[in-house]
Nanobody, 117 residues
Framework: QVQLVESGGGLVQAGGSLRLSCAAS????????VGWFRQAPGKEREFVAA?????HYVDAVRGRFTISRDNAKDTVYLQMNSLKPEDTAVYYC?????????????WGKGTLVTVSS
């Protein structure tokens, strides 16, 4: 069973940037669609972005966030620019079958992103 580990979260001021990373053990991210979801306090988990052939974004982050793969490092990144306080959440990496626009078969434990105003 693939295990996912997220890293790169932290505290940043509004307007700043962070880059999240997702790495895997027990499997290769190259063989999966990979997604990022987030869950803010008191809210349900929501889709943020995915890479599966093409890339997919929720409207709230389109133009600010970029999901990308580094196949040599077998890592998927979420570059987050122009961060807003409403981006504050625990961010989760997930995987699913290639071709899935919302991969949700396996999950990491998450990394916390806090954006201060």
């Amino acid at each position: 069973q693939v295990q996912l580990v997220e890293s790169g979260g932290g505290l940043v001021q509004a307007g700043g940037s962070l880059r999240l990373s997702c790495a895997a053990s027990g499997g290769s991210l190259r063989t999966y669609a990979v997604g990022w979801f987030r869950q803010a306090p008191g809210k349900e988990r929501e889709f943020v972005a995915a890479v599966s052939g093409g890339t997919h974004y929720v409207d709230a982050v389109r133009g600010r966030f970029t999901i990308s793969r580094d196949n040599a490092k077998d890592t998927v990144y979420l570059q987050m620019n122009s961060l807003k306080p409403e981006d504050t959440a625990v961010y989760y990496c997930s995987v699913g079958p290639i071709g899935t626009a919302r991969p949700m078969d396996y999950w990491g434990k998450g990394t916390l992103v806090t954006v201060s105003s």
